[in-house]
C-alpha cells in the first residue's frame, strides 16, 4: 500500500514563504517520477512541479521561479519550497506520481492558505 503524508502548510501572506514536504512509504522513491499537485476550490487538481528520476525539474508557468521541488531518496521524501506566495497559490497541495508514475492512491494533502 502506498502512502503519501503531506505537511508543512498553513496562513501565510502574501510574498512570504513555505516548505512543504511529502513522506512516502509503499514504495522506493528512486523509481518514480514525482510532483507536486494542488487543487483549489472549485478547481480541478493540477500539477504544479514535477521531478524526474535523476533530478530534473519542470514547473507550471504560475509557478515557474518561485516553487522549487526537491527529493531525497534516502528519506522517501519530496519537498516543495514556495516563495513569494501569491493569494492565487491558496489549494490544497498533494504529492504523487507524475508523468506517467502516478499512483492511484492519494494522501490527505496539506492546506495552503495565503492572504493578508
Known amino acids: 500500500q502506498v502512502l503519501f503524508v503531506e505537511s508543512g502548510g498553513g496562513l501565510v501572506l502574501p510574498g512570504g514563504s513555505l516548505r512543504l514536504s511529502c513522506a512516502v512509504s509503499?514504495?522506493?522513491?528512486?523509481?518514480?517520477?514525482m510532483g507536486w499537485y494542488r487543487q483549489a476550490d472549485g478547481k480541478q487538481r493540477e500539477l504544479v512541479a514535477g521531478?524526474?528520476?535523476?533530478?530534473?525539474?519542470d514547473y507550471a508557468e504560475a509557478v515557474k521561479g518561485r516553487f522549487a521541488i526537491s527529493r531525497d531518496n534516502g528519506k522517501n521524501t519530496v519537498y516543495l519550497q514556495m516563495n513569494s506566495l501569491k493569494p492565487e497559490d491558496t489549494a490544497v497541495y498533494y504529492c504523487?506520481?507524475?508523468?506517467?508514475?502516478?499512483?492511484?492512491?492519494w494522501g490527505q494533502g496539506t492546506q495552503v492558505t495565503v492572504s493578508s
Open positions: 504523487n506520481g507524475a508523468w506517467g508514475d502516478l499512483v492511484d492512491s
Open positions: 521531478i524526474g528520476r535523476f533530478g530534473s525539474k
Open positions: 509503499g514504495i522506493s522513491l528512486s523509481n518514480y517520477r
